[in-house]
Nanobody
Framework: QVQLVESGGGLVQAGGSLRLSCAAS????????MGWFRQAPGKEREFVAA????????SYTNSVKGRFTISRDNAKNTVYLQMNSLKPEDTAVYYC????????????????????WGQGTQVTVSS
């Protein structure tokens, strides 16, 4: 099993930036697409971004396009989410997750296609 640990969350003013990290251990994630999801208070968890196993393809939910960037460093077994121009509506607990399918072509936004999840990191954006 893989263990995922998110970090980098915190409190930031609207317009600010944060960089989330997701470090994997116990197993390599280099052959698996990775995703970021978030859950705001009182809402269901939603897809934010995903990256293919080799980093060649990325996908984003519409509300973060142009503001968030997902990347990965397979040598460090780590995935990142750079978040710029943050808005109060970005406030949520952010989770990283591994796609259940190694070497998937592209990415998936389907939550059920992700099998291992981190514990989450809180991002709070003040207005």
């Amino acid at each position: 099993q893989v263990q995922l640990v998110e970090s980098g969350g915190g409190l930031v003013q609207a317009g600010g930036s944060l960089r989330l990290s997701c470090a994997a251990s116990r197993r390599t994630i280099s052959t698996y697409p990775m995703g970021w999801f978030r859950q705001a208070p009182g809402k269901e968890r939603e897809f934010v971004a995903a990256i293919s196993w080799n980093g060649g393809k990325t996908s984003y939910t519409n509300s973060v396009k142009g503001r968030f960037t997902i990347s990965r460093d397979n040598a460090k077994n780590t995935v990142y989410l750079q978040m710029n121009s943050l808005k109060p509506e970005d406030t949520a607990v952010y989770y990283c997750a591994t796609d259940r399918r190694a070497f998937r072509v592209g990415t998936t936004i389907v939550e059920d296609e992700y099998d291992y999840w981190g514990q989450g990191t809180q991002v709070t954006v003040s207005s």
